[in-house]
């Protein structure tokens, strides 16, 4: 076995984390860490390990760093073991594995093994969730806010705040959830495959998620302040299936809008896509090193 640690020292609370990572590792002869001079970088670091034979590869970082490992695992033999390093690691948590360096390299290196389901839209891989429309415009104010402010979740959750008090636009969008369309005019839709962050939130579909299906959260179209008031009551397990959003859920999702391109975010990040949304599961797609039920850890 050839273990290589994938370190993203951008991630999540960066330097200081990334030390702790780089101490746990000392302790296990013959891992490997590569760290990623930019995030720009990252999946050329994935594929020069690939091509070398490494196995597990075990990513550092946060959901947007697993979720571009997950992205060049998905459907290889290859296992993906994980060392949370950023400000929620939903993905981390959802498999029960511990923040603590040394405990989440030992399940990386010598844990179980757990075929795990992912997500597409347009083909881009992601692991809890791929939304368009104002949790998009959320991401670009985070960013900003992060460079004044640092990475936590207070900050995190302010963005919210700022971007629904400033931008606001409903979308006219044709959904269509396996075969049966949909129109509707929303400020967001939001498609989720994270049973555990759906549940973490008290919102409805955990249920059909893990019966292997896809789950997409309409927001009502009720206008800037009442929409800023249900992200809130969402941050405290207040919001109500029909009333601040409606549920639909299906294994294949296709989003239409009249724009030619749009931003699509998926577990913290946001690129630019052309339409139509296509998001689809792949089940078991993707084999992940869990904490064995002994290790005491979960």
Known sequence: MRACIILNPA???????GDAIRAAAAKFPGVEIREVPSPSK????VDTALAEGCDPIIAAGGDGT??????????????????PMGTFNYFARSLGLPEDPEQALT???????????VGEVNGRVFLNNASLGAYASVLSVRESIYKNWGRSRLAAYWSVIVAMTTIYK?????ITVDGKTHRVKSPMAFVAISAYQLEQFDLDGADAVSDGKLALLVARDVGRLHLLWRAVRIFFRGAR?????VLLTGEDITIETKRSKRLIAHDGEKERMPGPYRFHL??????????????GVR
């Open 11 to 17: 991630s999540g609370r960066g330097d200081h984390r």
């Open 42 to 45: 990252l999946g050329d670091t």
């Open 66 to 83: 697993i979720g571009a490992l997950a992205a060049a695992l998905a459907g290889t033999d290859v296992a993906l073991g994980i060392l």
């Open 170 to 174: 409903s979308l006219k969008m044709t």
């Open 241 to 245: 299936s029909g009333t601040d959003y």
């Open 282 to 295: 792949r089940k078991d797609a993707l084999t992940v090193r869990v904490p064995r039920p002994t290790d």
């Open 107 to 117: 399940a990386a290196l010598e844990g179980d093994t757990r075929a795990v389901s």
